[in-house]
Nanobody
Framework: QVQLVESGGGLVQPGGSLRLSCTVS????????MDWYRQAPGKGRDFVAR???????GYAASVQGRFTVSRDNAKSTMYLQMNNLNSEDTAVYYC?????????WGQGTQVTVSS
């Protein structure tokens, strides 16, 4: 059974930083493209960042230059380094992978940016 577990969320002041982790089990992590999404209160789930199996990355315009996605295949873990956070980054952050046509999601981790 494939499982994704996010961690690292919390409360941070505007301008601060957090690093999220997504640890994957039950599948060959190194063979999976991995994505970060987020869902703000009352809104839909939006794409944040992506990292391919070869390490190529892509970002939403709203986080470009502030967020960095990376992966450690030896630890089956993807990371999201978030810098210069602002209130619009407040959301539940989810990691996702595709297995065939199925989307597999983690349970999410809350990030709250507030003074």
């Amino acid at each position: 059974q494939v499982q994704l577990v996010e961690s690292g969320g919390g409360l941070v002041q505007p301008g601060g930083s957090l690093r999220l982790s997504c640890t994957v089990s039950g599948t060959d992590f190194s063979a999976r493209r991995m994505d970060w999404y987020r869902q703000a209160p009352g809104k839909g789930r939006d794409f944040v960042a992506r990292i391919t199996t070869s390490g190529n990355t892509g970002y939403a315009a709203s986080v470009q230059g502030r967020f960095t996605v990376s992966r450690d295949n030896a630890k089956s873990t993807m990371y999201l380094q978030m810098n210069n956070l602002n209130s619009e980054d407040t959301a539940v952050y989810y990691c996702r992978l595709l297995q065939g046509f199925a989307e597999i999601w983690g349970q999410g981790t809350q990030v709250t940016v507030s003074s």
